[in-house]
């Protein structure tokens, strides 16, 4: 399926991250790569990229830009979990509050 540039445009700025999250696989979405749930750690952002892999393609790479070590496994609020599958790379991002499908969040949330 091929969409334009304005149809994924519109598909982007409706994208909301949800807590607490109820899907094994953080509601992995296939056309942008976001798990569509706040990923606690980056360890666990790396272990989701893991699981989520085309064997064909070998591993993923934590990307150079993370500025937190996948090894992390310091309990983070609102990051996000990326795997860009055109260049084997995992992203840990904070997500901004306009993207943020919930109010509120403790750890003990999820």
């Known amino acids: 399926v091929v969409l ?4 994924i445009d519109d598909y982007l700025k409706r994208i909301r991250f949800k ?10 979405d296939q056309w942008t790569g976001y798990f569509l ?3 606690p750690s980056a360890h666990r952002c790396m272990e989701l990229c893991g699981q989520k892999r ?12 993370n500025t937190i070590s996948a090894y992390d496994r310091t309990e983070r609020r609102h990051y996000s979990c990326r795997m ?8 840990y991002n904070t997500i901004s509050k306009w ?4 109010t ?3 750890m003990a949330d999820t």
């Open 4 to 7: 334009s540039t304005h149809a």
């Open 19 to 28: 807590l607490p999250c109820q899907s094994k696989n953080y509601n992995y």
């Open 37 to 39: 749930c706040a990923v």
């Open 54 to 65: 085309d064997r064909s393609l070998g591993g993923y790479e934590w990307n150079e830009y």
């Open 84 to 91: 860009l599958t055109e260049v084997n790379y995992c992203f």
């Open 99 to 102: 993207r943020r499908g919930y």
């Open 104 to 106: 509120g969040w403790s």
